[in-house]
T-cell receptor, first 113, second 114 residues
Framework: NAGVTQTPKFQVLKTGQSMTLQCAQD?????MSWYRQDPGMGLRLIHY???????DQGEVPNGYNVSRSTTEDFPLRLLSAAPSQTSVYFC????????????FGEGSRLTVL | AQSVAQPEDQVNVAEGNPLTVKCTYS??????LFWYVQYPNRGLQFLLK??????LVKGSYGFEAEFNKSQTSFHLKKPSALVSDSALYFC????????????FGTGTSLTVIP
């Protein structure tokens, strides 16, 4: 029973490099989302998707891209990494009905030098 | 605008004493409210939720939360704290009107002192 799986768990990048954080869920959830967690700021929504082929911006989308070609996968792309993107990233999914809770992955810790 | 406030960054309580972690919210429609717990270097785990019905909601690990519409609050409670309850707690509200987004508070660090 895998739930929400994120890879990699740890990553170090240099400024200007690009990378993709992978997220997969095996619960057939329609809603998926990416958050970043920074000390004292709680969780801030980056991008979200309410179904395959549909994505939208959250609170802090700049510097990140997403796509949702399948129900299962929701990768987060950093286009040109900056030190301000050093953070812990969480992927989360939610089922219908829409009042359901979020299920979180274990997180990906990214450091940009 | 939808928002969640957790007024206390840190709560300390003695083992065996009751604990309360506070949360207030602001939503335009009916509130869908949640509590999550995060242990070090882990993802967030769901504790409980209020959608409708009884104002007192029971959840995992002996936690419960009281929904108070007039005070727009959803405080997390436990009658007797355990050292293992020490963790970071997040309150969240789900807004079905704007893309089903979740809005999280900034978190409250709970320390249970043996």
């Amino acid at each position: 029973n895998a739930g929400v799986t994120q890879t990699p768990k740890f990553q170090v990048l240099k400024t200007g490099q690009s990378m993709t954080l992978q997220c997969a869920q095996d619960m057939n959830h329609e809603y998926m989302s990416w958050y970043r967690q920074d000390p004292g700021m709680g969780l801030r929504l980056i991008h979200y998707s309410v179904g395959a082929g549909i994505t939208d911006q959250g609170e802090v989308p700049n510097g990140y891209n997403v796509s949702r070609s399948t129900t299962e996968d929701f990768p987060l792309r950093l286009l040109s990494a900056a030190p301000s993107q050093t953070s812990v990233y969480f992927c989360a999914s939610s089922p219908r009905p829409l009042g359901g809770e979020l299920f979180f992955g274990e997180g990906s810790r990214l450091t940009v030098l | 605008a939808q928002s969640v406030a957790q007024p206390e960054d840190q709560v300390n309580v003695a083992e065996g004493n009751p604990l309360t972690v506070k949360c207030t919210y602001s939503v335009s429609g009916n509130p869908y409210l949640f509590w999550y717990v995060q242990y070090p270097n882990r993802g967030l785990q769901f504790l409980l939720k209020y959608i409708t019905g009884d104002n007192l909601v029971k959840g995992s690990y002996g936690f419960e939360a009281e929904f108070n519409k007039s005070q727009t609050s959803f405080h997390l409670k436990k009658p007797s704290a355990l050292v293992s309850d020490s963790a970071l707690y997040f309150c969240a509200v789900r807004d079905l009107g704007t893309g089903n987004q979740f809005y999280f508070g900034t978190g409250t660090s709970l320390t249970v002192i043996p």
